[in-house]
């Protein structure tokens, strides 16, 4: 090695400093001019070729990685918050590294710079590229993230699928025939209800008192799930199948949103109705249905002792519970055991239960609550 050569100017730190550390140094003066040129020559001096030639490599590796490293990232394509969206950004090249960003619906793209203006998106305060597939847009309530769903930036509007119909109970009323059976009604009271369900209008309905409850044909008793019931109708009392009937004024039903849905039907008489709770037949069925004696009426009481308080009341005004009242007796299924027919008292409304003894229990064989929301 030759003599060493001493510069006031320059410090032997600097010149006795390992080589490897000596690409950074050199290629930071030249673009930052951090070292003036009598350090770095002084710096080149005290090296051999070798080292030489792995500084200038190593600047030359740098040099590229700081381009590699200042090139954009290309954010050309189709951005989306979620991939399965039906709408989105859409984001294309206009020159000179600008992009313009359009919003993209149902109805087709805004046009470049019209929805906001181009933009070279990197460096621009408002966007925020968190990778070359996601990026983060500033609006009025924050940042927004998108994902690129394709590169492709061409907007294709899908087309609509065709709302599907809702698969509601068809409550239209029906045309009176022969060969359905015979409709079993009831006399209840008369309410208001409104219908605040999905997919229907409020509409406040008055649903009138004669409400039918089941089909009877031969020994078969069926809930009345779309009853025959329509304008002029006659109904007999079952207790009284000799009398006279009564005409329906009028026929309607809705559909009942409460719960599952299902459809009430209902009607009201010419003149005045018959008491609360008064069984009905569309036909006379004579010997079908009595009156309980006093020893069934006794029995039911203590096979049913339930009591329940109706309605709504102050917690410190609780009313008198109601039972069960027996109105009907009957033998449909020939069994030679007697079926009650009573009424089953529930918070809000009332219905109808049919049972029939069995070893010392009362079994249902119907249980039927006509709107009731319960």
Same mark, same amino acid.
């Given at each position: 090695?030759?003599?060493?050569?001493?510069?006031?100017?320059?410090?032997?730190?600097?010149?006795?400093?390992?080589?490897?550390?000596?690409?950074?140094?050199?290629?930071?003066?030249?673009?930052?001019?951090?070292?003036?040129?009598?350090?770095?020559?002084?710096?080149?001096?005290?090296?051999?070729?070798?080292?030489?030639?792995?500084?200038?490599?190593?600047?030359?590796?740098?040099?590229?990685?700081?381009?590699?490293?200042?090139?954009?990232?290309?954010?050309?394509?189709?951005?989306?918050?979620?991939?399965?969206?039906?709408?989105?950004?859409?984001?294309?090249?206009?020159?000179?590294?600008?992009?313009?960003?359009?919003?993209?619906? $149902?109805?087709?793209?805004?046009?470049?710079?019209?929805?906001?203006?181009?933009?070279?998106?990197?460096?621009?305060?408002?966007?925020?590229?968190?990778? @070359?597939?996601?990026?983060?847009?500033?609006?009025?309530?924050?940042?927004?993230?998108?994902?690129?769903?394709?590169?492709?930036? =061409?907007?294709?509007?899908?087309?609509?699928?065709? $709302?599907?119909?809702?698969?509601?109970?068809?409550?239209?009323?029906?045309?009176?025939?022969?060969?359905?059976?015979?409709?079993?009604?009831?006399?209840?009271?008369?309410?208001?209800?409104?219908?605040?369900?999905?997919?229907?209008?409020?509409?406040?309905?008055?649903?009138?008192?004669?409400?039918?409850?089941?089909?009877?044909?031969?020994?078969?008793?069926? $809930?009345?799930?779309?009853?025959?019931?329509?304008?002029?109708?006659?109904?007999?009392?079952?207790?009284?199948? =000799?009398?006279? @009937?009564?005409?329906?004024?009028?026929?309607?039903?809705?559909?009942?949103?409460?719960?599952?849905?299902?459809?009430?039907?209902?009607?009201?008489?010419?003149?005045?109705?018959?008491?609360?709770?008064?069984?009905?037949?569309?036909?006379?069925?004579?010997?079908?249905?009595?009156?309980?004696?006093?020893?069934? =009426?006794?029995?039911?009481?203590?096979?049913?002792?339930?009591?329940?308080?109706?309605?709504?009341?102050?917690?410190?005004?609780?009313?008198?519970?109601?039972?069960?009242?027996?109105?009907?007796?009957?033998?449909?299924?020939?069994?030679?055991?007697?079926?009650?027919?009573?009424?089953?008292?529930?918070?809000?409304?009332?219905?109808?239960?049919?049972?029939?003894?069995?070893?010392?229990?009362?079994?249902?064989?119907?249980?039927?609550?006509?709107?009731?929301?319960?």
């Amino acid at each position: 090695m030759g003599p060493k050569v001493t510069d006031p100017m320059v410090d032997r730190s600097e010149i006795d400093a390992d080589v490897t550390q000596l690409p950074l140094s050199l290629c930071c003066c030249t673009h930052a001019e951090r070292f003036d040129g009598r350090r770095a020559d002084a710096l080149m001096r005290r090296h051999t070729l070798l080292a030489r030639f792995l500084i200038v490599l190593a600047c030359s590796v740098g040099l590229l990685r700081r381009a590699d490293a200042g090139s954009p990232t290309d954010l050309t394509g189709f951005w989306k918050g979620d991939c399965s969206d039906s709408f989105g950004l859409q984001i294309k090249p206009t020159g000179n590294g600008l992009y313009s960003v359009s919003f993209c619906g $149902p109805g087709g793209c805004f046009e470049p710079g019209q929805w906001t203006p181009n933009t070279r998106i990197e460096g621009d305060r408002k966007y925020e590229v968190v990778s @070359p597939r996601e990026l983060r847009m500033r609006t009025g309530d924050g940042f927004v993230s998108y994902v690129k769903c394709r590169d492709d930036p =061409t907007w294709t509007v899908e087309s609509a699928v065709p $709302p599907q119909p809702e698969d509601r109970p068809d409550c239209s009323l029906r045309s009176p025939s022969k060969g359905r059976g015979v409709l079993i009604a009831w006399v209840t009271t008369v309410r208001k209800t409104t219908q605040l369900g999905q997919g229907t209008q409020s509409h406040t309905t008055v649903v009138e008192p004669v409400r039918p409850l089941a089909v009877l044909q031969d020994a078969a008793l069926e $809930p009345a799930l779309r009853p025959e019931i329509y304008k002029g109708q006659r109904f007999w009392r079952v207790l009284a199948p =000799t009398a006279r @009937p009564a005409r329906l004024r009028s026929a309607g039903a809705f559909l009942d949103r409460m719960n599952e849905d299902h459809c009430v039907y209902f009607g009201t008489f010419e003149k005045a109705s018959p008491p609360l709770w008064t069984l009905l037949s569309s036909e006379p069925l004579p010997g079908v249905f009595r009156a309980p004696t006093e020893n069934e =009426t006794l029995r039911f009481s203590q096979l049913n002792n339930s009591c329940v308080e109706q309605g709504d009341y102050p917690e410190d005004r609780m009313p008198a519970c109601v039972r069960p009242r027996l109105l009907a007796i009957t033998d449909i299924n020939k069994n030679g055991r007697p079926e009650y027919w009573a009424t089953e008292p529930y918070r809000w409304d009332t219905g109808l239960t049919v049972w029939e003894e069995e070893n010392g229990k009362l079994i249902p064989l119907l249980e039927l609550c006509v709107g009731c929301s319960d």
